[in-house]
Nanobody
Framework: QVQLVESGGGLVQAGGSLRLSCAAS????????MGWFRQAPGKTREFVAG????????NYADSVKGRFTISRDNAKSTVYLQMNSLKPEDTAVYYC????????????????WGQGTQVTVSS
């Protein structure tokens, strides 16, 4: 069982930056691949970024590539999402999630989810 708690969301102007954190607890957290997803009002949840349990081979959605960076610190049991050059279309609730298998871009592959943190980007 893994528990995930996101933080760091808020209101920011377009072009600004935010760093989201996801604190994990529970057994063998460091053995899980981690991902960030987001869900905007009226839209389905979408993949944003993913990272293996070693911290290597990050993957990003095309819409955030070059602007967002995912990282993890297993010693602190925390995963981060650094978001730069934010756009109004990045407005959504952001979720972190953990998976032990499956495709990194599919939400059904993730067994554990946090409660989400709201990110709002004003124009």
């Amino acid at each position: 069982q893994v528990q995930l708690v996101e933080s760091g969301g808020g209101l920011v102007q377009a072009g600004g930056s935010l760093r989201l954190s996801c604190a994990a607890s529970g057994r063998a957290y460091s053995r899980y691949a981690m991902g960030w997803f987001r869900q905007a009002p009226g839209k389905t949840r979408e993949f944003v970024a993913g990272l293996t349990w070693t911290g290597g081979s990050p993957n990003y959605a095309d819409s955030v590539k070059g602007r967002f960076t995912i990282s993890r610190d297993n010693a602190k049991s925390t995963v981060y999402l650094q978001m730069n050059s934010l756009k109004p279309e990045d407005t959504a609730v952001y979720y972190c999630a953990a998976r032990s298998s499956g495709n990194y871009y599919q939400s059904v592959a993730y067994a554990y989810w946090g409660q989400g943190t709201q990110v709002t980007v004003s124009s």
